[in-house]
């Protein structure tokens, strides 16, 4: 890297850092989990704002955004969970991605534990991903919601939503990305709408974006905003903005596995990926 490069990025570095450095004093609030939404799925997400359905080129992308999946070959395992005070609100996930060629399938699991209502929100989700063309991918997944208690474990589930995703890459730096939902416990057929960008600024700096459109009985939107910058192949740093909240988070590859942590509310996740 030259000269003029590294002074080009010292203002972001520094503001990155300062971001980080406040996020420690945050104060923390009872986490809103989401049911079957995908907010909160992973470090790296997070860390970015929750702004992730332009992006989706991880093994969590089944949450995400299913087209996603088709973008890596082979064998991914992964992750994550809350970090620190397990005593109540505690929100796990993990799931396996395989792909191979232009067809992606996908297995995946988010739960929600010890939360003050007393309720459980257990999801399996199974996903299907085929890429189109070189400009498009389509994916879908079918929700189902796990009973508790139970004395058998559920492959299934007793009650069926389902995601639909779109992955638009329209050049070598920008994706698009759509999200069509239903959700648990809602009436209609279609409760949730987001719409996703990303953008590489530069070789370094990944601008994500995404804009979700809630259906209820009135209409409501929600804004994620992030910034991923890479200061090599193997350290990133990310802030973001997820509906007014302040979140931050920094990854770390090694070889095939990627470790990644991230903050919001002050509280702590972290996930861990391994490519097989």
């Known amino acids: 890297m030259s000269s003029a490069e590294k002074a ?3 203002p972001l570095i520094s503001f990155i850092l300062y971001i980080l450095f406040l ?5 923390s609030e009872t986490m809103p989990y989401e049911i079957d939404r995908p907010l909160y799925v992973g ?3 997070l860390g970015m704002g929750n702004a992730y359905i332009a992006v989706a ?3 969590e992308a089944g949450f995400w955004n299913p087209a996603g999946l088709i973008q890596h070959q082979g064998v ?5 969970g809350k970090l620190l005070d397990r005593g109540e609100n505690v929100f796990d996930s993990k799931c396996v991605a395989y792909c191979y060629r232009d067809t992606a399938l996908f297995w995946g699991n988010k739960i929600a534990l010890r939360l003050k209502n007393g309720d459980i929100p257990d999801y399996n989700y199974y996903s299907l991903a085929q890429k189109l063309n070189s400009h498009i991918a389509v994916g879908v997944s079918a929700k189902f919601k796990r009973r508790h208690p139970s004395d058998y474990y559920q ?5 069926t939503d389902y995601d639909v995703g779109f992955l638009i890459k329209s050049d070598s730096d920008s994706l698009y990305g759509l999200l069509i939902q239903k959700l648990d416990n809602q009436k209609q057929w279609i409760n949730a709408i987001t719409l996703g960008s990303s953008y590489k600024i530069s070789e370094k ?7 979700a459109i809630l259906i209820d009985k009135k209409s409501s939107l929600e804004t994620h905003f992030g910034l991923e910058y890479n200061i090599n192949r193997w350290l990133m740093l990310r802030v973001g ?3 007014k909240k302040t979140t931050t988070g920094i990854g770390i590859n090694v070889a095939n596995i990627k470790f990644d942590y991230a903050m919001i509310r002050g509280l702590s996740f972290i996930s861990a990926q391994i490519q097989l």
């Not at 996020?23 to 104060?27: D, G, L, T």
């Not at 492959?155 to 009650?159: A, D, I, S, T, V």
């Not at 700096?205 to 804009?211: F, H, K, N």
Request: include cysteine; proline fraction near 3%.
């Open 8 to 10: 080009g990025d010292e």
């Open 23 to 27: 996020c420690q004093f945050a104060i």
């Open 43 to 45: 470090s790296r997400p």
């Open 57 to 59: 080129d991880d093994a």
């Open 76 to 80: 991914r395992i992964f992750a994550s």
């Open 155 to 159: 492959f299934f589930g007793y009650k």
């Open 205 to 211: 700096v990944l601008s994500v974006c995404d804009i």
């Open 241 to 243: 903005i997820s509906d």
